[in-house]
């Protein structure tokens, strides 16, 4: 069964200063791989989408995210973090033997000092 | 365009009671996902359907939950009767179609107090 393990529960950065979220997958395949950024009271948001081809993939809000088969890794970074970056961020891998159906992390809560 | 709607956004009640929670996705979605997601967890998926039929509810714990998409369209997702461990934000989502071509839109979600 495919899983998704965010190891870090809680982040704190410096305005300005960059950020790199962990993100580790297990599936058998291929992954099809997601961030998605979750604010105060608001659904989700996907950020970025790795599906295939080149590793680095870019997103909105100047986030990318760079897949390691090698690691089964998928982290995503910022060069410079706003406050308003603050926010809970989960990782997912989507099942493509069942189209659609994608499982989170549990999720790493950014805080943004000033 | 409107996002995916969703009602009540708070709900709390007592342990047994029944509640139930709508969701009207993005017009022309034919995919519609119902999401639980408990504190300090990521969304788990509940069911999915396409158009007005199920797709996978695997997850989706028969005995009290329940869930339909009359005319393929809205949807109700319905506990009865409710647990304290029920207690969770219920996401609903919308797609154009089930693969991962494109992209899921979430709703803000119904937070539901089992007391």
């Known amino acids: 069964a495919q899983s998704v393990t965010q190891p870090d529960i809680h982040i704190t950065v410096s305005e300005g200063a960059s950020l790199e979220l962990r993100c580790n997958y297990s599936y058998g395949a291929t992954p099809y791989l997601f961030w998605y950024v979750q604010s105060p009271g608001q659904g989700l948001q996907l950020l970025l989408k790795?599906?295939?081809?080149?590793?680095l993939v870019q997103g909105i809000k100047g986030f990318e995210a760079e897949f390691k088969r090698s690691q089964s890794s998928f982290n995503l970074r910022k060069p410079s973090v706003h406050w308003s970056d603050a926010a809970e961020y989960f990782c997912a891998v989507g099942d493509n033997t069942n189209a659609g159906k994608s499982t989170f992390g549990d999720g790493t809560t950014l805080t943004v000092k000033p | 365009e409107a996002g995916v709607a969703q009602s009540p956004r708070y709900k709390i009640i007592e342990k047994r009671q029944s509640v139930a929670f709508w969701c009207n996705p993005i017009s022309g979605h034919a995919t519609l996902y119902w999401y639980q997601q408990i504190l300090g967890q990521g969304p788990k998926l509940l069911i999915q359907?396409?158009?007005?039929?199920?797709?996978?509810d695997s997850q989706l714990p028969k005995d009290r939950f329940s869930a339909e998409r009359l005319k393929g369209v809205d949807s109700t997702l319905k506990i009865q009767p409710a647990k304290l461990e029920d207690s969770a934000v219920y996401l609903c989502?919308?797609?154009?179609?089930?693969?991962?071509?494109?992209?899921?839109?979430f709703g803000p979600g119904t937070r539901l107090t089992v007391t």
């Open positions: 790795y599906f295939s081809g080149d590793t």
């Open positions: 359907f396409q158009n007005n039929g199920v797709v996978d």
């Open positions: 989502a919308s797609s154009l179609d089930p693969t991962f071509t494109y992209e899921q839109y």
